[in-house]
């Protein structure tokens, strides 16, 4: 009955000890973005002509360990209020009720969780975004590199406009603002503590 006793003991210090060693593992991985130095932006095309603009208000909960992919998560929150394309007159039109309605839909939310090595700092992700209640995977292409206890994760996605609604009455047709958007990314991220 005692050495019973031991042995339960024996596996419950174990088990208690894997699980903190995984919290630690996690923990390590974890980042937290710099927000100043991070930007978010997108290419689109009205009138045959290209036009950037970006997101000024975004959050990332980065978990990423080159060395344990099955552990890493990306998960990002973003105001759709806050695009900015330098032109007033367009910004009011992108956040109306025909393109991103904002009012309605005041945040878009990424979340990957399956990612692959591509070698070297290279890798890639599947993850779901969510745009106007609508949720489709998007695929991501990034690189990751790490110094001194900061990180930079730069990279590109591509998604049509259309398959999350946005584009409603006159705006669907794709001869004045075209369905491909290509998002870029530059996170700046600092090491938790």
């Known amino acids: 009955m005692i050495a019973t006793s031991h042995r339960l003991a024996a596996r419950l210090v174990a088990g208690f000890s894997a699980g903190l060693a995984a919290v630690a593992a996690l923990a390590a991985a974890q980042w937290s973005l710099q927000p100043k130095e991070s930007k978010l932006t997108f290419v689109g095309e009205q009138a045959g ?10 959050t990332a909960d980065i978990s990423f360990d080159p060395k344990d992919l099955a552990a890493s998560r990306f998960d990002v929150k ?7 394309t330098q032109d007033g007159e367009r910004d009011t039109t992108i956040k109306s009720p025909d393109l ?7 945040t878009a939310h990424y979340v990957a969780d399956k990612f692959a090595d591509k070698g070297g700092n290279k ?12 949720t489709k995977d998007v695929p991501i292409d990034f690189t990751f590199e790490s110094k001194d206890g900061g990180a930079w994760l730069k990279g590109t996605a591509k998604i049509k406009r259309l398959d ?3 584009g409603q009455g006159e705006w669907k047709d794709t001869s004045t603002v075209g369905n491909d958007v290509q998002v870029r ?9």
């Open 49 to 58: 002509a290209q036009f950037e603009g970006s997101f000024d208000k975004f």
């Open 78 to 84: 973003i105001d759709t209020a806050s695009v900015n």
């Open 123 to 134: 890798y890639s992700a599947t993850g779901k975004l969510t745009l106007r209640n609508v």
């Open 185 to 193: 990314f530059a996170l700046r991220l600092k090491g938790a503590p």
């Open 164 to 166: 999350f609604g946005v």
């Open 100 to 106: 991103f309605d904002v009012k309605r839909f005041p």
